[in-house]
Structures are given as structure tokens and as C-alpha cells.
């Protein structure tokens, strides 16, 4: 079945780390993305991962997958105001042509 | 140069009215989708289009009915507004490869009222 979690809410200062945490169930999936939406706009998307990876690094993102807990985490170095917004994740299967999405999890950054 | 652009960005209907959403694409893809998204900003896949036929339908309401005209657009009509209609739709699409990436680009919503 298809089922992506991710926890509501993220709080944190300016300047530190952020790591925004997804759980999956589908077992099939092959590529994991990170999307970013901002008030009022569409989803962006920020990075992806291939399934057979554990680790795919990007700038200021990571991402890490732990394919054995289906556990996706994308973290974020030095976290600015610009980054608060919606991340969700998403997951891909083989068999099928759409992406399911996780709840989406609010990131707030203060000075 | 916008690459999936929909039409209207802001809907205001009244309840049992019929209204449409347009959605096109330039990047060439051959799949798209449309999504809702709720209040608690939850996304859910409505339907998906490859090459302009019916792939998905997610136990949508038959009120809610797609057209894919061709591969770069992919319409939504809505018969009979509800309160319930009411949400920020979404356009998508991407590129189909079996096994691939297959990353979706979406527009910027259409933000549905039903009063």
C-alpha cells in the first residue's frame, strides 16, 4: 500500500540545521523526491534520490535514505528565512505513473 | 517561458455551477496529472494522462471529468459545484520512462472557492 508520513511542524533558528523526517510504506518505490512549496505557489521540486542510494548531497541539501526503515530525512545546512515553507515528500513505484505525497511538514525559521 | 501553466489562478463559483480549470505544458512530456490540494495541505492524485489516455482515476466524483486534447494540455471540468469542491488544484507533468525519474513539474495552482 501507499502511505507517506512526515511530522506536521519544524521550528528553528536562523543559521542552524534543519532535517525534515518521511516514512513510506510502499516497499516497490525506485526514486524519492523533495519538494518545496512556498505560500500561495506551486511545488517545487529541490533534489530526488534513487533507491538504490543511501545519500545524495546538493548544496545545502543532503538526503538521506534508509531503504531497510523506508525512512527518508532531507537536511538542510544553515537554514535562511527563504526556506520556510511546505516540504513534502514524494514516492515513485515502478508500476505506477503518478507520485504519492507525504502530509507536507511547515518549516519556520526565526532570526 | 512558463513550462506548466494553468488557467485561472482564482476561481469564485457558487454551488452547482459547472466551471473548468485549463492546464498546459511545453516541456515535452508525455504524462500529466492533476492533484488536489485540501485546507490541511494534503495532496491527492486525481487522475493521470500519458499520452492522452486515462491512466489513473482516484475514485474521483464522475462530476469531475478530465480532457486531454493532446499530450501538452489536460482540461478539468467540474459539473455541480459542492462546498467540498473547494481546494487548490494542481497541474502536473512529466516524462513517462519506464524506470526513470521521472520527476513532476507542476503549476501554480488554481485556488477553487464554492460559496
Known amino acids: 500500500g501507499e502511505d507517506v508520513e512526515q511530522s506536521l511542524f519544524l521550528s528553528v533558528r536562523e543559521g542552524d540545521s534543519s532535517v525534515i523526517n518521511c516514512t513510506y510504506t510502499d516497499s516497490s518505490s525506485t526514486y524519492l523526491y523533495w519538494y518545496k512549496q512556498e505560500p500561495g505557489a506551486g511545488l517545487q521540486l529541490l533534489t530526488y534520490?534513487?533507491?538504490?542510494?543511501d545519500m545524495k548531497q546538493d548544496q545545502r541539501l543532503t538526503v538521506l535514505l534508509n531503504k531497510k526503515d523506508k525512512h527518508l530525512s532531507l537536511r538542510i545546512a544553515d537554514t535562511q528565512t527563504g526556506d520556510s515553507a511546505i516540504y513534502f515528500c514524494?514516492?515513485?513505484?515502478?508500476?505506477?505513473?503518478?507520485?504519492?505525497f507525504g502530509t507536507g511538514t511547515r518549516l519556520l525559521v526565526s532570526p | 517561458d512558463t513550462a506548466v501553466s494553468q488557467t485561472p489562478k482564482y476561481l469564485v463559483t457558487q454551488m452547482g455551477n459547472d466551471k473548468s480549470i485549463k492546464c498546459e505544458q511545453n516541456?515535452?512530456?508525455?504524462?500529466m496529472y492533476w492533484y488536489k490540494q485540501d485546507s490541511k495541505k494534503f495532496l491527492k492524485i486525481m487522475f493521470s494522462?500519458?499520452?492522452?489516455?486515462?491512466?489513473i482515476n482516484e475514485t474521483v466524483p464522475n462530476r469531475f471529468s478530465p480532457k486531454s486534447p493532446d499530450k501538452a494540455h489536460l482540461n478539468l471540468h467540474i459539473n455541480s459545484l459542492e462546498l467540498g469542491d473547494s481546494a487548490v488544484y494542481f497541474c502536473a507533468s512529466s516524462q513517462g520512462t519506464p524506470g526513470g525519474r521521472a520527476e513532476a513539474f507542476f503549476g501554480q495552482g488554481t485556488r477553487l472557492t464554492v460559496v
Open positions: 516541456l515535452g512530456h508525455d504524462t
Open positions: 494522462y500519458n499520452n492522452k489516455e486515462l491512466i
Open positions: 534520490i534513487f533507491s538504490n542510494m
Open positions: 514524494a514516492e515513485r513505484n515502478t508500476g505506477f505513473q503518478k507520485l504519492v
